[in-house]
């Protein structure tokens, strides 16, 4: 039934200019344009949202995570924009961030300004 649908994501913000700041000027989203008071991104043919709600709690859990063939850039572009990456008890991280899967995917993990979790994948 959707499976031909375009996919649409939505994450929370209480500070709707700073995480503006962070998807457009961090991350390098490029902006659609706004919808009822939220931000809309175009990301690889679907939509994020960045909607506002009075407020929210950082997730336990990833919320957004984006596919890339290479994620050295992205990792050091990160880092260039002070992004701190989130590290978990039990994985084996590198100095940079990055966790290695045993099938040799590899991952980073860091928080919107609203905590929100968010990864950057590179299957193996």
């Known amino acids: ?58 997730s336990a859990h990833t919320v957004v995570g984006f596919a890339v063939d290479d994620l050295e850039p992205v990792v050091a572009g990160l880092e260039r924009a002070g992004v701190v990456p989130e590290r978990f008890p039990n994985f084996a991280h590198d100095p940079r961030g990055v966790w290695t899967a045993p099938d040799g995917t590899k991952i980073i993990w860091f928080r919107d300004p609203d905590g929100n979790l968010l990864s950057v994948v590179r299957y193996g």
């Open 1 to 58: 039934m959707l499976a031909h649908a375009r996919l649409q994501t939505l994450v929370w913000t209480a500070d709707t200019a700073r995480a503006g700041a962070f998807y457009s000027d961090v991350l390098g989203l490029p902006l659609k344009g706004q919808s009822f008071g939220a931000l809309v991104y175009e990301v690889g043919g679907g939509e994020l949202r960045v909607s506002p709600v009075p407020s929210t709690e950082p």
